[in-house]
C-alpha cells in the first residue's frame, strides 16, 4: 500500500514537490546578497552556490522589470529586440520589425526534433543587442561557422573532446515568447495552468489537456463568467478577463500572412480560433523563457500568465515595480541544475507550463519535474533531439549531446537547431 501511495504522488508530479519547496523557502527568506557592477558574476555565483531561492527570486523579477519598461518609441524594451528571422531566416527579410511584429520563420528541416508537434504553440524567439552582434560577429547563426568552430573552436572546460562556441558577453539575453491569438469581437477560450488540477501525465500536459480556460473578452464588459468551448468541452462559468490584463499586440495583415505560411504556427492557431489568423486578431502574451548570460551557465527562468496571480506561490517576490498586466505573470527560475533539492530529494526544478509542461515522461519524469538548465547544457551542434527530460547533473559518458567531437553551443539550442546552411 506504502508503495501504490508513494507511486500515486509521484504520478501527480514533481512539479507539486517543488511548489512546496517554493512555499517553505520563501517562509525564511535568505539574507539578500549586494551585486555591484565589479562583483555581479561572483555574487550571482554565490546564490546558486547556496541555493538562495529567494534572492534568486529577487534578481529575475528586477530583470523583468528592466525589459519590460518602455523604451523610446514606448514598447516594452524586449519588444525593440531582433527576432529569430533576422538570425535564421532563409533568406532574412530585407526589412525586419522588432519583436513580435517580425515574426518571420522558415522551414530548416528541424521539426523532427521539436515535442509534441501535434499540439503546436505560438512561439518566437528574441535576442538583445549584445546577443546578436555576438552571434553575427562569430557566425553563429550559419552551419558554416559552426563547422568551422567544431574543428578550431576552443576546447571545452567541463567535456573532453568538445570545442565551444566563444563566450557571449555578460549582458547577452534571449527570450523565448509564447502567445495565444484572440479574435476582436466575441470570447476567445484559453487554457491556464493549475497545478494542483493538473497531475503528470505519461505523455505529458499540452495545454489542450489543462483542467480549465478563461475567456478573453476584448470588449471589457460582460459578466464575471461566460461560456466557451475549447479542443472538444465546454466551459459553461469560464472566468472572463479583458485584453488588458496580458501584454498584447494587435496583428496586421503582414503578421498574418507570415504566421500562417508556418505549418506548426499555423495549426496553434487552428486549435485556438478555429480558423486562421488574420488581420484585426490580438496576440496575447502568455508565457516567456528567459536566459541571461550573468554566469557562464546562464540564469534561466520561465514566466506564464494566470487570472489569479496572486494566489501563487510562484508570485512570490514580484516588485511593486512591475505595473499592469506585468503583475499577472507568475515565475519559476533556475540558477543551477540540481540546487536547491526539490522536496522529493530530486534536482531541482523550474520549467514553463506553455513549453516544458507538454514534455512527455521518458524513464526520468515529465516536464513537470524538468529544469531549464539541465535541458539546455545538452545544447549542442550537430543538433540532437532534447528529450528525454533528464534531472540533475549531466551524463557526461552516455548521453550522444555530450559526444567527443561535438560543438556545445553555450546552452542555447537555437544555434544548434536553425542554423542556416547558406
Known amino acids: 500500500m506504502r508503495k501504490t501511495k ?49 534572492a534568486q527570486r529577487r534578481h529575475v523579477w528586477a530583470l523583468l522589470a528592466t525589459i519590460t519598461k518602455p523604451s523610446q518609441n514606448g514598447l516594452p524594451e524586449f519588444a525593440t529586440w531582433h527576432g529569430e528571422g ?3 531566416g532563409n533568406p532574412a527579410p530585407i526589412h525586419p520589425h522588432p519583436g513580435i511584429a517580425g515574426f518571420y ?26 546577443a546578436f552582434q ?10 558554416a561557422g559552426l563547422e568551422r568552430l567544431r574543428r578550431t573552436g576552443p576546447a571545452d572546460a567541463q567535456v573532453s573532446g568538445d570545442r565551444t562556441v566563444p563566450a557571449f558577453p555578460a549582458d547577452s539575453i534571449v527570450l523565448k515568447t509564447v502567445w495565444w491569438p484572440v479574435a476582436p469581437d466575441g470570447v476567445t477560450a484559453m487554457p491556464v495552468w493549475d497545478p494542483s488540477a493538473n497531475p503528470a501525465l ?49 496583428v ?36 516567456v523563457n528567459l536566459a541571461t548570460r550573468e554566469i557562464p551557465e546562464w540564469i534561466w527562468a520561465g514566466f506564464w500568465w ?15 515595480a512591475l505595473r499592469g498586466a506585468w503583475r499577472n505573470y507568475l515565475m519559476a527560475v533556475a540558477f543551477d541544475t540540481s540546487r536547491p533539492a526539490a522536496m522529493d530529494g530530486g534536482a531541482h526544478i523550474a520549467f514553463n507550463p506553455w513549453l516544458e509542461g507538454r514534455f512527455p515522461d521518458g524513464g526520468h519524469g515529465s516536464g513537470l519535474s524538468s529544469n531549464c538548465q539541465a535541458c539546455h547544457a ?28 561535438r560543438l556545445r553551443t553555450s546552452f542555447l539550442w537555437s544555434l544548434a537547431m536553425h542554423a542556416k546552411t547558406e
Not at 110 to 124: F, I, N, Q, R, S
Not at 134 to 143: E, G, T
Not at 208 to 236: E, H
Request: charged share 20%; net charge neutral; no cysteine.
Open 134 to 143: 555576438h552571434i553575427i560577429r562569430y557566425r553563429l547563426n550559419q552551419a
Open 252 to 287: 496586421d495583415a503582414g503578421m498574418a500572412r507570415r504566421m500562417m505560411a508556418d505549418r506548426p504556427t499555423a495549426k496553434a492557431m487552428l486549435i485556438a480560433l478555429g480558423r486562421p489568423l488574420r488581420a484585426g486578431d490580438y496576440l496575447a502574451l502568455v508565457g
Open 86 to 88: 533576422e538570425l535564421f
Open 378 to 405: 545538452r545544447a549542442s551542434y550537430p543538433a540532437v533531439v532534447f528529450l528525454p527530460v533528464t534531472r540533475g547533473d549531466p551524463d557526461l559518458k552516455t548521453d550522444r549531446a555530450y559526444a567527443p567531437g
Open 105 to 130: 520563420r522558415t522551414d530548416d528541416g528541424t521539426a523532427a526534433l521539436e515535442p509534441h508537434a501535434d499540439v503546436p504553440v505560438l512561439t518566437y524567439t528574441l535576442y538583445n543587442e549584445p
Open 202 to 250: 505519461k505523455g505529458g500536459n499540452p495545454y489542450t489537456s489543462w483542467s480549465r480556460v478563461v475567456g478573453v473578452d476584448p470588449s471589457g464588459g460582460g459578466a464575471p463568467t461566460v461560456a466557451v468551448d475549447f479542443a472538444g468541452a465546454a466551459y459553461p462559468k469560464a472566468h472572463r478577463v479583458g485584453l488588458d490584463a496580458f501584454y498584447h499586440v494587435r
Open 306 to 320: 494566470h487570472d489569479r496571480p496572486a494566489d501563487s506561490m510562484f508570485a512570490v517576490g514580484r516588485p511593486d
Open 6 to 54: 508513494a507511486a500515486l504522488y509521484g504520478l501527480f508530479g514533481a512539479f507539486a514537490a517543488g511548489a512546496l519547496f517554493y512555499a517553505l523557502q520563501f517562509s525564511h527568506p535568505a539574507d539578500s546578497m549586494p551585486v555591484s557592477a565589479a562583483s555581479a558574476e561572483q555574487s550571482l555565483e554565490t546564490l546558486r552556490e547556496r541555493g538562495d531561492m529567494a
